[in-house]
């Protein structure tokens, strides 16, 4: 079915130090891959997103890497800030266009 | 703001009542998703419209549940008589048409509660 798996539940990193997401997907049909970041009790914010046919993007210290063959995707979050702790959730496009999501990445940056 | 909007932000009400929530997308997108979203947990797709019609529901959504989007703009989402494990956060997120896979953008929710 599909599944998409998130890890690790929960990152801690001093501000400045980077900051590594992971997801594998389980659909060989899912060409669409975005990243969510959620705070407390907010609705869930589209940050950055990828397409099947590109194997990275980069958006300021957002960057997010596809490996199709594998079927893993990551977010790198460099030169973390106290304002990036929040809950990460990756996600991974149907061949009906529904999100199936992670379970999240519960960041929290120290200053 | 022409963001997603969700009426009400909170519902509390007893078990075996009906509830409706109302979302209005981004105007001019023509594709509506519902999700729920539990503590601790990612949102769960619920179901989805392309302007009026109804293209998937979860096979989670039992037949209590039912979503309609009447003129293809704003939807309702219903749920007949509530039970406790329908608590949750109700996600509303809309995207533009066209091409399959646009980005998908969500309002603040309502939080249902179940006495």
């Known amino acids: 079915g599909e599944n998409v798996e998130q890890h690790p539940s929960t990152l801690s990193v001093q501000e400045g130090d980077s900051a590594v997401i992971k997801c594998t997907y389980s659909d060989s049909a899912s060409n669409y891959f975005p990243w969510y970041k959620q705070e407390l009790g907010k609705r869930p914010q589209l940050i950055i997103d990828i397409r099947s046919n590109v194997g990275e993007k980069k958006d300021q210290r957002i960057a997010v890497t596809l490996n199709k063959t594998a079927k893993h995707f990551s977010l790198h979050i460099t030169e973390t800030q106290p304002e990036d702790s929040a809950v990460y959730f990756c996600?991974?496009?149907?061949?009906?266009?529904?999100?199936?999501f992670g379970t999240g990445t519960r960041l929290q940056v120290f200053p | 703001d022409t963001g997603v909007s969700q009426n009400p932000r909170h519902k509390i009400t007893k078990r075996g009542q009906n509830v409706t929530f109302r979302c209005d997308p981004i105007s001019e997108h023509n594709r509506l998703y519902w999700y729920r979203q539990t503590l601790g947990q990612g949102p769960e797709f619920l179901t989805y419209f392309q302007n009026e019609a109804q293209l998937e529901k979860s096979r989670l959504l039992s037949d209590r549940f039912s979503a309609e989007r009447p003129k293809g703009s704003f939807s309702t989402l219903e749920i007949q008589r509530t039970e406790q494990g329908d608590s949750a956060m109700y996600l509303c997120?809309?995207?533009?048409?066209?091409?399959?896979?646009?980005?998908?953008?969500f309002g603040d929710g309502t939080r249902l509660s179940i006495l």
């Open positions: 997120a809309s995207s533009s048409g066209g091409y399959s896979n646009q980005p998908q953008h």
């Open positions: 996600a991974a496009s149907t061949r009906t266009d529904k999100l199936i």
